[in-house]
């Protein structure tokens, strides 16, 4: 790999960017000072150092974020705050993007990551990844609600979700209020919400907890991310 791409790949800065700092004599390769742009070195075994500090490669990188409400998934945007607006200046990265997309007021579990195949095969509908979500809902939801989400709803423009488990975690009648656990095997857009409209309720407050067999990590407050391990990305991966 050219050495001005190694660097580039970083994020330390735009090609052009790490090119003046080679020609200035601010990266070494291996205790060396290096010069040329073009120099070929091995991202595996050679030792990299910017002003002396080690650059170590690393070509992929995965988070989990505890969305919290009013943030819109998405990498950049001149009016609403991002998710990537969250990541620090040491964790940012411009290549970074969310797997998939939570709407603006709804929180919990969201992947960020720079690994386009994995996050094609997380989101591809041929694979049926689990999404689970707790939501607060405006009414009574009942066993006839269960049997219907099994079967498969038809939602705005008569469009047909796969079967979908639901769970009703509690009812309060006097309010007229649930709570619900839903897993979805399918992301339509603003599926959660359509799917509880279409039985005649309302969703008010709506979560995210599971995307496959990742779970979100309870110690994460909103707003909060943290790098995968090594064995949640093995999760994901074998999804």
């Known amino acids: 790999m050219r050495l001005d791409k190694y660097l580039a790949?970083?994020?330390?800065?735009?090609?052009?960017?790490?090119?003046?700092?080679?020609?200035?004599?601010?990266?070494?390769?291996?205790?060396k000072t290096e010069v040329s742009d073009k120099f070929q070195v091995n991202e595996n075994e050679d030792r990299v150092t910017l002003d002396e500090e080690e650059i170590i490669y690393q070509k992929?990188?995965?988070?989990?974020?505890?969305?919290?409400?009013?943030?819109?998934?998405?990498?950049?945007?001149?009016?609403?705050?991002?998710?990537?607006?969250?990541?620090?200046?040491?964790?940012?990265?411009?290549?970074?993007?969310?797997?998939?997309?939570?709407?603006k007021d709804t929180k919990g579990l969201l992947v960020i990551t720079n690994d386009g195949a994995l996050s094609h095969r997380l989101l591809s509908p041929k694979k049926h990844v689990e999404k689970e979500?707790?939501?607060?809902?405006?009414?009574?939801?009942?066993?006839?609600?269960?049997?219907?989400?099994?079967?498969?709803?038809k939602i705005d423009g008569d469009e047909l979700c796969l079967p979908a488990e639901l769970t009703i975690e509690q009812v309060d009648e006097e309010n007229e209020e649930s709570t619900i656990r839903l897993v979805l095997y399918e992301g339509k857009y603003h599926q959660v919400k359509l799917m509880v409209h279409a039985v005649g309720k309302e969703v008010t407050h709506l979560k995210r907890i599971r995307m496959g067999a990742l779970y979100l990590d309870d110690q994460l407050e909103a707003g909060d991310y943290r790098e995968l391990t090594e064995e949640e990305i093995k999760l994901l991966e074998n999804k």
């Open 60 to 103: 992929y990188f995965y988070y989990i974020l505890n969305k919290p409400a009013d943030v819109i998934s998405a990498t950049v945007d001149d009016f609403e705050l991002t998710v990537l607006d969250i990541f620090s200046d040491q964790d940012f990265r411009s290549d970074l993007f969310p797997v998939g997309r939570l709407d």
């Open 9 to 31: 790949n970083m994020d330390v800065g735009s090609r052009k960017e790490v090119k003046q700092l080679i020609k200035k004599k601010r990266v070494a390769v291996n205790g």
């Open 133 to 153: 979500y707790i939501a607060e809902v405006k009414g009574v939801m009942t066993t006839r609600d269960i049997e219907r989400f099994a079967a498969g709803l």
